[in-house]
């Protein structure tokens, strides 16, 4: 008898794509019972459980009054888990209708001949006008805004229903602020 050890990992990069300025680059975590009923559902062509969303928020840490961050952690089990504060989301299912912008938003799988191992790559860009009631500066002292992003997943779909999909995967990090004056781009890679 045949046995697979499937292992998934989570690679993000957040930059600015003008400037090539690194903001975060880190592993992040994998949800692995919503990952796994993911995979079976998409292999046994289902319709749903596919990546179909990025989510940010800005609940995953906190800051004390002398500038210490304190991190939460993940959100990696229970079959409900979410972003702590789920704040602003976009589609990066490039094969979807809804999708708007699918040459800059949108996933796609990456496999060297050979490789025990296929790549996802998730691509997410905050354009300047998005999200549109954002600050116009990226100098804010306000590091609760809705748009000082320290947390993000992706989410899995659900036929007619967006932002309903089961959090797949969930990372923490340093806030960073999406504002008028700069992009923001997400390079997500998931690691089959």
């Known amino acids: 008898m045949d046995t697979v050890q499937l292992k998934v990992e989570g690679f993000i990069k957040i930059y600015d794509p003008v400037s090539m300025e690194i903001f975060v680059e880190k592993k992040n975590a994998i949800h692995y019972e919503n990952f796994s009923e993911a995979l079976a559902k998409g292999v046994a062509n289902k319709g749903e459980g596919t990546i179909y969303e990025m989510h940010f928020g800005n609940g995953g840490t906190s800051i004390d009054p002398t500038g210490v961050i304190s991190y939460l952690p993940p959100n990696s089990t229970g079959t409900n888990a979410n972003l702590y504060n789920d704040t602003y989301s976009k ?5 979807n209708s809804a999708n708007s912008d699918s040459l800059r938003n949108f996933m796609e799988p990456r496999h060297i001949p050979g ?32 748009y000082v992003f320290d947390e993000l997943g992706l989410k899995g779909y659900v ?3 967006p932002g309903a999909g089961k959090l797949l995967t969930h990372v923490i990090f340093h806030p960073v602020q999406k504002s008028l004056n700069r992009l923001i781009q997400i390079d997500y890679t998931v690691r089959i």
């Open 91 to 95: 589609i990066v299912d490039n094969s």
């Open 115 to 146: 490789a025990i191992y296929t790549d996802i790559l998730v691509t997410c860009l905050l354009d300047y006008g998005e999200p549109n009631d954002q600050a116009a500066f990226d100098n804010s002292q306000n590091l609760n805004g809705s």
């Open 159 to 161: 036929p007619g229903q």
